[in-house]
């Protein structure tokens, strides 16, 4: 699969068959987000790889964050179920200290965000699949798997072979360019 053809086609997936995710396979996804353009190549992505089951279920678990769902009207994250049956969830996390932080932007976010969608691409282009999981319990998580406090914790990504029967072939639309791309000037 091309590059273009892996982010044309590359869907989230929350719903994930028992089929163990081979070694190789997971070094390759990790090797992607590895090879991510950083901050002054300071490299500030780590990642927390989790496949002990008990582990993951408590990481399911934290994906609910009431605060956040109740109000939209969600009785769980839509990733939930996902974090638990995925053969492996990874944990990627940000060393702030280890990027840039200009005008108020902090680029840890970036530079795991870059990383990120790399490994989810990888995982696409060697037909695993992954979500980004942004809503979790970020102390709780922490102290689950001993992040120290000064190290952000920014997504979840369950990874392993799609349930067939339940992926969508087409995700969610997007904007057309003419509504987000202006020629010159903004909005011209
Ligand atoms: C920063 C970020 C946070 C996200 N958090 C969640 C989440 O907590 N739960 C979930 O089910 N999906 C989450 N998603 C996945 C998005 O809902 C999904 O990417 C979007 O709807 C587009 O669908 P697609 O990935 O299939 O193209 C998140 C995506 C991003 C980029």
Redesign the pocket.
């Known amino acids: 699969m091309d590059t273009l053809e892996a982010i044309r086609t590359?869907?989230?997936?929350?719903a994930f068959s028992d089929r163990p995710v081979e070694p190789e396979k997971l070094q390759m996804v990790l090797e992607a987000a590895r090879q991510a353009p950083s901050w002054a190549n300071m490299q500030c992505s780590r990642f927390v790889v989790v496949q002990d089951a008990e582990v993951k279920a408590k990481i399911s678990e934290l994906?609910f964050v009431e605060a956040f769902f109740a109000p939209l009207g969600y009785r769980t994250?839509?990733?939930?179920k996902?974090l638990a049956e995925a053969p492996v969830v990874i944990v990627a996390c940000g060393v702030p200290g280890e990027s840039g932080d200009l005008r108020g932007q902090q680029y840890y976010m970036t530079d795991v965000?870059i990383a990120t969608e790399n490994l989810m691409l990888a995982a696409h282009a060697v037909g695993l699949g992954s979500?980004?999981?942004?809503?979790?319990g970020e102390e709780q998580l922490g102290d689950l798997l001993d992040i120290p406090p000064e190290i952000r914790i920014v997504?979840?990504f369950p990874l392993g072979y799609p349930r067939e029967e339940t992926q969508?072939k087409s995700?969610?639309a997007?904007k057309p360019l003419d509504e987000i791309v202006f020629q010159g000037k903004w909005k011209s």
Do not use: D, E, I, Y
């Not at 979500?131 to 979790?136: A, D, L, S």
């Open positions: 590359r869907r989230s997936v929350r994906s994250n839509p990733a939930q996902a965000g979500v980004f999981v942004g809503v979790f997504g979840l969508a995700g969610p997007r």
